[in-house]
């Protein structure tokens, strides 16, 4: 398997964004004489990001509810209401149904860049964390996504170090991966984000790449410690192996949440450490099994390792929940065009990070990570 190039180190490097089969600047490929991909988003035209269309963008008031506690994890559900329709359709939908299709960037791959072809008329949504799986290894998404029509090259970082050899064309839709791995991610990618700014990007790709190799040990450890044997040192098959999956089964009995929930704000033990919200309850409750099984994993690592268990100590106040979800409103936006539809939009202070996915004025998916 080749070396990963680490996107966040080194921006203008061509080892850095030129892997096996080469791809230059717009997603061209030596065998198509340097021409972007058909239907490659090259970053121009209507939506494509620039100014938000209604003055500046901030993160909304929001208020939480009445917790539910499932073990050491608790959730403070956000509820909403549906509203229009999304407009777009997300991600595990349209490659089951065929409306999109996700391979490697050529026939030899590139480690932190997928290729993604929309072949329906609304746009996909991918979000952050979600599990590729497939192809020539398994990859999980550096951000959030809404990708148009056409082929769009997408940033994703690998999660099985130990295989790089087909084992399909195209990828599999998997799970979503856990809260630790989304959260160190989220500032690797804001990390990424700055190096770059002011910078003429030569792919819209670039800026939002992720560290590797810390990828990597998280995995090894997460291997190590649940004792998961793993020929390729694979991510998906901890989450898969009979023990844990049975575990984090457990945490769906008592998580039941109004049928309007939006958002969670989520804690394990006594801290809250995230915010997640989407556009919708419709989109929310379509992705909320997964995104459980994400925050369940790590507040059972942590109970195994003897953090606070909210049942013994009892769980933070609905206040500490509220004002978490609020301390993106007290910070000016940072936003930049995404690689996609829209704008990519960051808040960051000394306690926490806020990311987001805004198009047309409306915010498809936030999340606020607790730092430390």
């Known amino acids: 398997m080749p070396d990963s190039p680490h996107f966040h180190s080194y921006p203008n490097s061509p080892d850095a964004m030129q892997g096996p089969g080469g791809v230059g600047p717009n997603g061209s490929t030596p065998d198509s004489g340097g021409r972007p991909h058909e239907g490659f ?14 003055g500046p963008i901030s993160w909304p008031v929001l208020v939480p509810g009445a917790p539910v506690t499932s073990g050491p994890l608790t959730v403070f559900p956000i509820e909403g209401e549906n509203g229009h329709s999304p407009g777009y359709t997300l991600l595990a939908d349209a490659i089951k149904h065929g409306q999109a299709v996700v391979t490697e960037i050529t026939e030899g791959g590139q480690v932190p860049v997928l290729l993604l072809d929309n072949r329906s008329e609304e746009p996909v949504l991918a979000i952050q964390g979600e599990e590729l799986v497939g192809a020539k290894q398994n990859r999980t998404l550096n951000v959030s996504i809404l990708v148009a029509r056409g082929k769009t090259e997408i940033p994703v970082t690998c999660i099985e170090q130990g295989r790089w050899g087909y084992r399909s064309r195209h990828f599999d839709s998997g799970g979503i991966e856990h809260y630790k791995l989304r959260q160190a991610k989220a500032a690797m990618v ?168 805004f198009h047309e004025g409306r915010m498809l998916h936030g999340t606020v990570y607790a730092r430390g």
């Open 190 to 357: 804001s990390s990424s984000r700055k190096q770059m700014h002011g910078r003429r990007r030569r792919r819209r790709v670039e800026g939002y790449g992720a560290d590797q190799g810390a990828v990597w040990r998280e995995v090894d450890s997460q291997l190590a410690q649940h004792s998961v044997p793993s020929p390729t040192s694979s991510m998906s098959d901890v989450y898969a192996s009979r023990r844990v999956s049975s575990r984090l089964d457990r945490f769906d009995v008592g998580m039941k949440l109004p049928e309007a929930t939006r958002g969670v704000v989520v804690a394990f033990g006594q801290r809250v450490v995230s915010a997640e919200v989407f556009e919708c309850p419709m989109v929310f409750q379509k992705l909320w099994p997964r995104i459980l099984r994400s925050y369940a994993f790590t507040a059972m690592n942590e109970l195994a390792n003897g953090q606070d268990h909210a049942g013994a100590n009892g769980g933070p106040t609905l206040e500490q929940a509220e004002t978490f979800l609020l301390e993106p409103c007290n910070v000016e936006a940072a936003p930049e065009d995404s690689v996609g539809l829209g704008q990519d939009v960051r808040w960051e202070a000394n306690g926490f990070l806020a990311c987001s996915l």
């Open 41 to 54: 988003d090259s970053g121009s035209g209507p939506g494509s990001g620039g100014s938000p269309p209604n």
